[in-house]
């Protein structure tokens, strides 16, 4: 894998043994550590939406994929602390590769990355050379160096209505979201078969069972989400959109059909309504293993020791940079397009 941990670097003497301290500190406290170590080391925390609430609360942006990287593009830090999955500290490494970048937890994967191999993608594309390749953020460094164009699932459909119209369109690696931007535009697409573990646990009869719970109460469902599930959605937007999407419904009381870590932010952004977490056949709930690897302790652990920090190839970086800037460039010229 081109993330790579590197061996601990103490950040001025008097940080020594501060494993010990972060495990022994009640979380109010280590939160105040965590943000006077942001001051020292002039670091920004950014953090997804699916992480848990004692480090959104900690962050100075939480948001989806796409607001994330744009925080990443622009931020004068010195220290990117990425609380997120390693695909999206990769992606703030490729936009800022003289800065340091570290990842609470080296561990810290996705379904979608693992499904979708460089190696295995460009065979695929040596197979018809009009493909344009469009790559839902979840993907490696690598692949995303072998794309032409990258997407998150708040700006998919604008990123397929501005591909060029000759070409052959195939859709990395996210075949839900895929087929979802296909029945938003009608453009038809090659899809590869990939998908996120945690949104496929979602199914039409759950939906209906949770709906028929509380039948005043509107469904918002991620587009990883299956087409099945997605049918039964009042709404169907990334997490980001939910937002707005809660923030203006006259609804008391909305499902939510995405990873439960979305919840907190929710609720603190529109509070006195009561947000459903839509369940699965087998729970309550539905969390990612890999979003619940980064823990406060390890944020303030790679912090403290700068470690373990994602590095990537100068040819990667150079590589893969073009259709991340691809995609901002597009969502920045579609906001001022609506603004005007």
């Not at 707005?244 to 603190?268: N, V």
Request: charged share 20%; net charge neutral.
């Amino acid at each position: 894998m081109s993330t790579t941990a590197v061996g601990p670097q103490i950040v001025g003497a008097e940080l020594k043994g501060v494993r010990s301290v972060a495990t022994s500190m009640p979380l109010d406290a280590l939160s105040r550590e965590i943000l006077e170590l942001k001051k020292r080391l002039n670091a920004v925390i950014l953090a997804h939406n699916y992480q848990v609430p004692e480090i959104q609360d900690i962050a100075d942006y939480v948001g989806d994929s796409l607001g994330l990287s744009q925080q990443a593009a622009k931020t004068s830090a010195e220290v990117i602390v990425f609380c997120g999955v390693h695909f999206m500290a990769e992606t703030a490494k490729i936009l800022n590769p003289n800065k340091i970048v570290v990842l609470p937890d080296l561990d810290a994967g996705c379904s979608l990355e693992e499904s979708c191999p460089a190696p295995k993608l460009k065979a695929l594309q040596a197979t018809n050379s009009n493909f344009w390749t469009i790559a839902y953020i979840n993907c490696s460094a690598e692949v995303k160096a072998l794309c032409d164009v990258i997407c998150t699932s708040g700006n998919a459909v604008k990123i397929v209505k501005a591909a060029p119209p000759d070409r052959d369109l195939l859709f990395v690696p996210d075949e839900n979201l895929g087929a979802w931007v296909m029945e938003q535009t009608g453009r038809p697409m090659t899809l590869w078969k990939g998908n996120c573990y945690v949104h496929v646990e979602w199914t039409h009869a759950a939906i209906t069972r949770i709906r028929r719970d509380y039948p005043a109460a509107p469904v918002v469902a991620h587009p990883e989400c299956t087409k099945a599930v997605r049918m039964l959605a009042d709404e169907v937007c990334s997490t980001e959109k939910m937002v707005m999407y809660c923030k203006q419904s006259p609804a008391p009381a909305i499902i939510i059909a995405t990873e439960a870590g979305m919840l907190h932010r929710l609720k603190k952004e529109c509070p006195g309504k009561i947000f459903i977490p839509a369940p699965t056949d087998r729970c309550a709930c539905n969390e990612c293993r890999y979003m619940k690897m980064n823990t406060l302790e390890k944020v303030y652990d790679c912090m403290a020791n700068l470690a373990p920090q994602v590095t990537l190839s100068p040819e990667i970086i150079q590589r893969a940079r073009l259709p991340i800037e691809r995609m901002l460039e597009i969502s920045v010229r579609d906001t001022l397009a609506n603004a005007g």
